[in-house]
């Protein structure tokens, strides 16, 4: 295993709360093209026995996936909850999801953050 591998094996030894992996497939907030190479949560999973968090570019099957096979404890969604203030009532209930806006990340302003609708406020269409 490379460096992310020994540097999650030591750092088991410490006993921290969680490591929390971003796949690869994402960087910062931009999917990038995966590299082969790259170290994933079910690579870190086999020398990291806490409690292990993968995250980027999950969907809510994915991230069941990625538990069923016991690859990670906890799957994280980022950009899914920026535009779904009620991303889990919207999962349990197989509700479309909000597409996100990449223009207001890091906007400075509330935009983006607190202007997204509910599903119960959406306009039927
Ligand atoms: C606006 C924005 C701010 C973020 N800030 C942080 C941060 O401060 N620290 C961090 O570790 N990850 C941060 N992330 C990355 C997310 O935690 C997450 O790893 C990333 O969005 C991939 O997951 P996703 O595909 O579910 O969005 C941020 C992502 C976004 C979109």
Request: aromatic share 8%; glycine share 10%.
């Amino acid at each position: 295993m490379n460096r992310c591998g020994h540097v999650a094996r030591r750092l088991d030894g410490y006993g921290p709360a969680h490591l929390r992996v971003v796949e690869p497939g994402v960087r910062g907030n931009d999917d990038i093209a995966a590299v082969a190479s790259a170290v994933s949560a079910k690579d870190l999973r086999r020398v990291f026995k806490g409690t292990l968090i993968a995250a980027g570019g999950f969907t809510a099957d994915s991230a069941h996936r990625m538990i069923e096979a016991a690859d990670a404890d906890l799957v994280a969604l980022g950009r899914l909850f920026i535009s779904n203030p009620d991303l889990p009532e919207r999962l349990r209930a197989g509700a479309p999801l909000n597409r996100y806006d990449r223009s207001t990340f890091y906007g400075g302003d509330a935009r983006g953050y607190t202007d997204y609708l509910f599903h119960s406020a959406a306009p039927v269409m």
